[in-house]
């Protein structure tokens, strides 16, 4: 099929890039002049593990550009997957959709099937309809909702392999162009109406959210009772109707979409008239973990001020540079504010850290940070951090404290170690 991706960030390309690899000729559409002429050349605008290969294993099916107009006409399936981010009052600000929606209704000349997949509200199917209806000229189109679920690190993966695929439709040609275009594709496919597809994505990461907030509680109780929780999350993620996955208590979550989407979750309730008041908790959580987080390092160290203090891992997860709404940022901050020293690395985010976080000395490894420094704490689990030399850490700390924010080592082999380590909730 030809299809349109308007918006290359990582669901944009990823789709993109995905859907050539199953043999569709592929438009990708991006504003960004700087973007389109750097992945012209092959340059990524992400960090992506296999994104470089995908790229130039499709190359010859997928094509670059700027302009909406010339990207679409060609195609009979347009994806939407623009950025929405978060306004300042926490619903979704969707004029990027909308600046493309009015693109395409001005430019198009025959039926497309337009159809959401970057994450947006509920009802925001019906505004694209009637949007089209305002500015069309009478070609028909349809719209239609398919939410991608693929997360960073392991996007690729993710989008070939999901566990479902979502398609939010109302007409018949629609859900066979869907149908078509997914079928070399073995996941589950679940037809919905567009309304009940645009809720199970803010439904989903908001439940995933407050599983992660659920048991970043039970690690409060955990460190207050004495018990372990790595073994209760073991304990609770055994019971198939729990499940295991999402149980790994640590720092909170970050990234773009968790944050966002709680809040614009919760934004949509209101104003459809009902308080979603759990998700205020799952957000309070986690905000409340990094506080914690500070206060297990004020209680190794005692006084802040003049403390060096050695960072590893800035990105909000492994596998990949993003930092936004990293918990390292604001940990990093209140430690600052008490007068400590950062040394940092990170194996992919420090380029991106450098604009964020001032006043750090960046390092070259894992070593280098731990050289001089009153303890060393761990705020993302790289595996590079996994699998370090721990005797030669030892050696280089000042003092061989580890505060871990990702529960990456066994206490119990720490402290053979000869290390004070402290994790989160044991
Ligand atoms: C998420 C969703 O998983 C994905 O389906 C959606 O499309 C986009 O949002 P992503 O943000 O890339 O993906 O990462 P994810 O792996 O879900 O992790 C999100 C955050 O939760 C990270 O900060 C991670 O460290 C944290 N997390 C995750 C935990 O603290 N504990 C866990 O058990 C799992």
Known sequence: MKITIIGTGHVGLISGLGFAEFGNEVVCVDRDKGKILNLKNGKLPIYEPGLKELLSKNRSRVTFTTSIKDGIQDASVIFICVGTPTKASGEADLSAVENVVAQIAESMKDYKLIVEKSTVPVHTGIKIKQFMKRRGKNIAFDVASNPEFLSEGNAIHDFMHPDRIVIGVESERAKKMLLTLYKPMKAPILITDIESAELI???????????????????????????????????????????????????????????????????????????????????????????????????????LNGKTIGILGLSFKPDTEDMRYAPSIDIIQALQKEGAKIKAYDPQAMPVAKKILKNIVYCENQYDVAKGADCLCILTEWEEFKNMDLSRIKTLLKSPIIIDGRNIFDKKEMEKLGFVYKGIGR
């Open 201 to 303: 994505k803010h439904a989903s990461n908001s439940f995933l959210a407050t599983k992660i907030s659920f048991i970043n509680a039970v690690s409060r109780i955990c460190k207050l009772s004495g018990a372990d929780i790595e073994k209760v999350a073991r304990g609770i993620g055994m019971d198939h109707r729990i499940g295991s996955e999402f149980l790994n208590a640590g720092i909170g979550f970050g990234g773009f979409c968790f944050p966002k989407d709680l809040r614009a979750f919760r934004k949509i309730s209101e104003k459809l008239g009902f308080e979603f008041k759990l998700l205020e908790e799952t957000e309070k959580i986690n905000e409340e973990m990094k506080h914690h987080f500070v206060a297990i390092v004020e209680d190794a160290l005692w006084n």
